[in-house]
């Protein structure tokens, strides 16, 4: 739960949003962390969330864009929430008065008083600064994300199967692939490929956390490949991932050193390296598209190793032998 915290720690900290967003991340939060409620014959509206700065954000937000008073008070988990980031204390956000003029003006209630299920149209068709407003609330009102491996993922529970689908959208439009699933009759959104993690990380305003995330997963990688060689018992095939690990180390550097400078018939053969790290030259080939011979695949990676240390040398940095992990270089 420690990797949640510090995404929802970074993006609570983000201020100075332009209205619109606010409003978008804002609403989500209405409709990820609570929803509408009737008190004494009145529409009200609650959010449940699991940090008191979180609580006070919100606050905040209503009052200063729509003008209201909320009220904020400590309770108990509910059920709704039970295996959250923080099981014990959470922070209701209410708003009585106000709260059915509030609903429309946020779009939680229709024309005809009925509760919106998903989300409002104009939030799920916005901008992509908009997007990443309504992805940030959903992830602070009910995200969770884990470390990286097999099991990774970035995970949001949704109130409604038709949230979910608006959540599942929303990402489409910023590029990243998610899915809606159920889980024990719970609709939840998943993002589970590590660079759509990041990217949708990044997308929200958590950029610090996806760095770091994408360091561990990256770390893990090499680690997993290194630990598979113990394994290996014939000579040949031990020799093979040796270089398959060390040649995935070297494209990566490479690619970080030249940057936006890399000619892109290079950075296509470095990336097909990276994205089938156990295959042959021959099998890479296979995967181009059109595809290479095992030759061209080997002739282009070599230069765009050279071209990479080339730079550093002039640079003065580490070249492309200094990123591979130590025992694999003898």
């Known amino acids: 739960m420690a990797l949640t915290t510090d995404v929802k720690a970074e993006l609570v900290s983000i201020r100075n949003a332009p209205p619109t967003v606010r409003v978008a991340e804002v609403t989500t939060i209405l409709r990820f962390a609570g929803g509408l409620h009737s008190i004494a014959g009145r529409v009200a509206v609650e959010a449940e969330v699991d940090a008191e700065l979180l609580a006070r954000r919100v606050a905040r937000d209503l009052a200063e864009i729509y003008g209201v008073r909320p009220e904020i008070a400590q309770v108990k988990a509910s059920t709704a929430h039970a295996g959250g980031v923080n099981d014990g204390a959470r922070w209701a956000v209410r708003v009585i008065a106000a709260g059915e003029t509030l609903a429309r003006q946020t779009g939680l209630l229709d024309a005809r008083r009925r509760p919106v299920r998903g989300l409002p149209n104009r939030l799920t068709t916005g901008s992509p600064e908009e997007l990443a407003g309504l992805w ?20 949001v529970s949704c109130p409604t199967g038709e949230a979910a689908m608006a959540l599942v959208g929303a990402a489409h439009r910023l590029g990243v692939t998610a899915k809606a699933r159920e889980v024990r ?36 990688e090499v680690r997993a490949g290194v630990n598979r060689l113990v ?18 180390a070297r494209v990566e550097r490479a690619l970080e ?31 181009a598209d059109p595809p290479l011979t095992k030759d061209a695949v080997a002739g282009r990676i070599r230069r ?27």
Request: charged share 25%.
């Open 231 to 248: 394994n290996f018992d014939d000579a040949n095939l031990r020799r093979s991932a040796q270089a398959a690990v060390a040649a995935c």
């Open 257 to 287: 050193i030249l940057g936006d400078d890399v000619p892109e018939h290079l950075r296509t053969a470095g990336n097909l390296r990276l994205a089938h790290r156990d295959a042959s030259l021959d099998e890479l080939g296979h995967h």
């Open 185 to 220: 009759g719970l609709p939840r959104v998943v993002v589970r490929e590590g660079e759509s993690i990041r990217a949708i990380l990044s997308a929200m305003g958590a950029g610090r956390t996806a760095a770091a995330w994408e360091e561990m997963r990256q770390r893990r």
């Open 136 to 155: 940030r609330g959903a992830f602070l009102a009910a995200g969770s994300l884990s470390e990286p491996g097999r099991s990774a993922m970035l995970e």
């Open 304 to 330: 765009l190793l050279a071209m990479a240390d080339k730079r550093a040398q002039q640079d003065g940095i580490p070249g492309t032998e200094s990123a591979v992990p130590a025992g694999l270089d003898d």
